[in-house]
C-alpha cells in the first residue's frame, strides 16, 4: 500500500514539474531577437496571485450581488408600501365623499317638508372619524369648505327648529292646551327610529331631534280647532262665550258656545282633523255634530238642518260635515258652536283667533300647503 502511495505521489510531483517547468520566450521586436526565461518559482507565484485576484473577484460579485438583491427587496417594500398608502387615501377619499352625500341627503329630505321621521333616520349621517395620519389631514382639508359650509347649515336648520318650536309652544299654552300633550295626540304623534345611536354624527342627531319634536308638535296643531267653521264671507256673530239672558226664559245663563248667523243650508266645515264621536239629535242642540280631535279636545255644532258625516267618520280640517239650520232650541237659523277640553267648554274666540298662527305651523308641517280657511 506504501509503494502504491508512493507512486502516486512521485506522479503528482512530476505533473507540478511538467505544469511548472521553466520556459523560454523568445520575442523579436524588429531588430534584434530577446529571450527570456520563466522559472518554475515565477509561474508558481504568477499562479498563486491570479487565483487570489479570482477568488477575490468572485468573493465581491457574491457580496455585490447579496446587497443588489437586499437593495430589490427593500424597494420592492417600498413600492408595496406606497402603493398601501395610495390605496388607503383613494379608500378614505370614497368614504369622505359617501358621508358628505349621505350628509346631502339628509338636509335635502329635510328641506322638503315631505320627509317622514323613518326615512330621515335611515339617512342620519354616520359620526366622522378623526384623521389619522398626514393623509388623512390633506384630505381633510380637500373636504374642509364642503364639510363647513354643511354643518354651518346642520347648525342653523336646529336653531330654526327650535325657535319654531318654541314660538308654537308658546302659542299653544296660549290657548290653554299643553303642548307635551299635543305631541303625544293619536292623530298628530310621529314615531321612528331612535337617533341617540353612537354611530351617528351628534350633530346631526341633534338637529334630527329637534326637527322631531317640531314635527311632532306641528302635526299636532292639526288637532286644534282653529278654522272658522262657517264661510268667512257669510257668519255673522250673534252671541259670545259665557253668562248671557237666556233668549226663552229671560234670565241669566251660562252659553256655553258662540252663535254664528247665516242663512239656511249654508255649509259648515270641521274646524281641525278629527273623529266624528256623535251625529244624531241631541235634545236642544237639535240636529247635531260632536267631533274628537284627541288630546282631550272636542268640537260641537248644533242647529244643523242636515248631518253630512256619520259616527266614527274620520273627517279632516276644512271638510263639509253639515248645513245650517235652526233645529232644537233655536231663535233662527244659526251654527251654535262649541269648544271643550277634557269635558269642560272653553271659550272658542281665542281659538279661532290663534288661526294664523296654527295655519302657518300646519302650513310647515304639510312643506306648505295648509288646508286654511
Request: hydrophobic share 40%.
Amino acid at each position: 500500500m506504501n509503494e502504491l502511495q508512493q507512486r502516486k505521489n512521485v506522479g503528482l510531483v512530476q505533473r507540478f514539474r511538467n505544469a511548472f517547468k521553466p520556459r523560454e520566450l523568445f520575442l523579436h521586436d524588429g531588430r534584434s531577437l530577446r529571450r527570456f526565461r520563466i522559472g518554475t518559482k515565477l509561474q508558481v507565484a504568477a499562479t498563486g496571485v491570479a487565483a487570489s485576484l479570482l477568488a477575490w473577484s468572485g468573493y465581491a460579485t457574491v457580496q455585490y450581488a447579496a446587497s443588489f438583491t437586499g437593495d430589490v427587496a427593500t424597494m420592492q417594500a417600498r413600492v408595496a408600501e406606497m402603493e398601501q398608502d395610495v390605496a388607503n387615501i383613494r379608500t378614505a377619499a370614497n368614504e369622505r365623499a359617501d358621508l358628505l352625500e349621505q350628509r346631502q341627503a339628509f338636509l335635502a329630505q329635510m328641506m322638503t317638508g315631505e320627509a317622514s321621521s323613518e326615512d330621515l333616520a335611515r339617512l342620519l349621517p354616520a359620526s366622522a372619524d378623526a384623521p389619522e395620519n398626514a393623509a388623512d389631514h390633506e384630505l381633510n382639508e380637500t373636504y374642509s369648505e364642503v364639510d363647513g359650509m354643511q354643518l354651518m347649515l346642520a347648525a342653523q336648520a336646529h336653531q330654526e327648529n327650535r325657535e319654531r318650536l318654541n314660538a308654537t309652544m308658546s302659542a299653544v299654552r296660549r290657548l290653554g292646551l299643553d303642548p307635551d300633550r299635543l305631541m303625544n295626540n293619536r292623530f298628530g304623534g310621529v314615531g321612528g327610529p331612535d337617533a341617540s345611536d353612537d354611530d351617528v354624527d351628534p350633530r346631526f342627531a341633534q338637529l334630527f331631534a329637534s326637527w322631531r319634536e317640531l314635527e311632532q308638535l306641528e302635526a299636532g296643531v292639526a288637532s286644534i280647532p282653529s278654522a272658522l267653521p262657517v264661510p268667512t264671507e257669510i257668519a255673522r256673530f250673534t252671541s259670545g262665550f259665557g253668562t248671557r239672558s237666556d233668549p226663552f226664559r229671560g234670565r241669566a245663563a251660562m252659553h256655553a258656545g258662540i252663535d254664528l248667523a247665516g242663512p239656511t243650508g249654508t255649509p259648515i266645515y270641521a274646524a281641525a282633523d278629527a273623529t266624528v264621536s256623535f251625529a244624531g239629535v241631541r235634545g236642544g242642540y237639535g240636529n247635531f255634530i260632536e267631533l274628537g280631535h284627541g288630546a282631550g279636545i272636542a268640537t260641537r255644532y248644533g242647529h244643523l238642518s242636515r248631518i253630512m258625516v256619520a259616527n266614527g267618520e274620520r273627517v279632516r280640517r276644512g271638510q263639509l260635515i253639515g248645513l245650517m239650520g235652526s233645529t232644537g232650541r233655536s231663535t233662527g237659523p244659526h251654527l251654535h258652536y262649541e269648544v271643550r277640553i277634557d269635558g269642560r267648554a272653553v271659550n272658542p274666540l281665542p281659538f279661532l283667533q290663534a288661526g294664523q298662527a296654527m295655519a302657518q305651523a300646519r302650513s310647515r308641517q304639510s312643506g306648505g300647503q295648509a288646508a286654511a280657511r
